[in-house]
């Protein structure tokens, strides 16, 4: 049995991740703040397999890589829910 989901299409996007998130910070409020630097085509919170908790970091996957590279740029240090990204 697995707790994941199904692996999305990601060939061809840049992922990045982005640590020191909140418990509370959920896909919706990260595709809508990366999505200023480009297309968006994934997000994704690893969660803990038995308390169904964010692990505290996600991967925020772009069409294409220089958005990527912006939001890179712009978004570390940035504070999200009180919380400094990294």
Sequence with gaps: MSYGRPPPDVEGMTSLKVDNLTY???PDT????????GRVGDV????????????GFAFVRFH????AEDA???M???VLDGRELR
Excluded at 30 to 37: C, G, N, P
Excluded at 44 to 55: A, Q
């Design 30 to 37: 990260l595709r809508r703040v990366f999505e200023k630097y």
């Design 44 to 55: 994704y919170i690893p969660r803990d397999r038995y308390t169904k908790e964010s692990r």
């Design 64 to 67: 294409d890589k220089r958005d």
């Design 76 to 78: 570390d240090g940035a």
């Design 24 to 26: 509370r910070t959920s």
């Design 72 to 74: 890179m740029d712009a």
